[in-house]
């Protein structure tokens, strides 16, 4: 069968590190950056010596036009330096490409934050500069964007003394979180994600056994773990008051483009669903008790409905040779069904995955030196994509296809817009994929057998949990964090009394009293001085895509054409913006429970179908 699994062909975008054509790329890179930064220091050099002569309107319409050239050639370089070295990640020349590839990337970063001062400095000039270059009316949201985040910089001195003192403070805590949890092994050597990832086993013993041992890893450290987390978010409370966000959520609804409003509805959504979350989790552990698939002494009784934290992830008993998740696929056969599953959707969906296909942007086969997981890179060069996962003919294989294809798709719906547009908001970012998915899915439910769907469900529905109950726990969490560490320090103690109440406020009753106290010591997102509430993001992305899969078996066909523009838009507005444009109000917990309906139908079908097993 390996001998059927493509590699990707990138002669259409280099023909490797060391071609003509990849080093003159390289050198006109080099030279548009300097023309760049000619343009901004004759803007500099007006504005000090010459304001009332300076042409602030005519120099903007050729600064976007050439920084927007610069991105299109930054992002091409980048993806190729990346996809060439995840490929070989022992070969020294594609590091070292990568390397130099970032060091110039940086430089960009530099000049980015010298065109914000000069977009400050003439904010009084844009409404002219609309009238006169109109072409530039869709980079409005994009400037307004900048101008928004010069209000929360402190003065160029302070900013780089904050960034050189991250290294050694936030970023150093976030190593040493890093190290601990990559380091942390039982008294036998084994490690500790290896410990972490028996809860997916089927062994029911070694899920409660490995859980324990967990605990207990994580409590051995907790003092240097809590000093970590402590210190970390100490920072960010004091950097956020000098640069005057109201608080971390602020700074990150901002990033993330969308309104408090839209958050507290989806929010509340979430908060809605619960009730229906927490009887899934209660219907899943009465049948691991009836099965005897749990080594829990109370979950799914009487006394403790809910599962054990441990059994979160446990399979289901069940499969045969007729499974779809016992089959080992072959790779035709797995693109023939997802080109399937996308045509059903759209003829356009499924053209683009059969182009993907046939041009060879997939790279699928497992070799050494190659990097693990899945990912897609885009390239402005040719408007195209390319695809990297390790097909080993699973059917979670062919859900991530489908999933990687989807971002591809996605950024296929923007062709013809500035390569500065291309850079979209995480809410936005797994919108293509996730749909891609949910598609996928939801035929195979509609079609599979009874013991087949049992467990697909359990298996959608754990990970839908992931996302829309314990990112809920999450938010929670770093929400009560932020709001004590503003007024002092916070200990282990802390931090675990603080996880117990996030996990009750959304586990509830759906957990039995076998939690996890420590998961903050866990989850890398926490010690992050750039990812504050890296959590509601997902939920969004998640019940966004359900309720765009409900809003087109509403819609029917047309919907198609609609979803298309909708992806086409995500890079030039906010959230809500983009979905009044598209007829959807994302700003009203209505729209978010369309989503949470996909959800519910399936926890009632799962139900039935556990209560005879």
Known sequence: MNSSIPRWNLDSIYHDITSDEYRQALESFSSAMEENEALLETASRFTREANANFDFPAWLSSYLAASDALVARCRTLAAYAYVTYSTDTTDTAHLNNLTRVQELSVRMQQQELKFSTMLLAHRASLDEFYRRFPQYGQWRYL????????????????????????????????????????????DGGRMFNEIRNDAFSADAALRKASWQKELALLSRHRVAFAAALNNLKGETVLLNRRRHWADALERALVSSRMGRSTLDSLIAALEGALPMWRSYFQAKARLLRRTGCTASATAGTGAEPGLAFYDLFAPLPGGGADSLLEKRWTFAEARDYVVAEYKSFSPDMGAFAEKAFAEGWIDAEIRPGKVGGAYDEDFPKGH?????????????DIITLAHELGHAYHFSCMKGKPATFFDYPMTLAETASTFAETITKQDVLARCGASDKLRLLDIDLQDAAQVLVDILCRFYFESSVFEERQNGELSADDFCRLMRSAQERSYGSGLNSERHEYMWAVKSHYYSTGLDFYNFPYAFGQLFAAALYMKSRQEGPSFAATYAALLADTGSMSCEDLCRKAGFDISTKEFWDGGIAMYAAEIAEFTALAEKV
């Open 143 to 186: 400037l307004d964007e900048v101008l928004e985040g010069t209000r929360h910089q402190m003065p160029a001195a302070e900013e780089k003394l904050a960034m050189d003192m991250q290294r050694t403070g936030g970023d150093a805590w976030g190593r040493l979180q890093e190290q601990l949890v990559s380091t942390l092994h039982d």
């Open 384 to 396: 195209q994509s390319r695809i990297l996962l390790n097909f080993t003919g699973t059917f979670s």
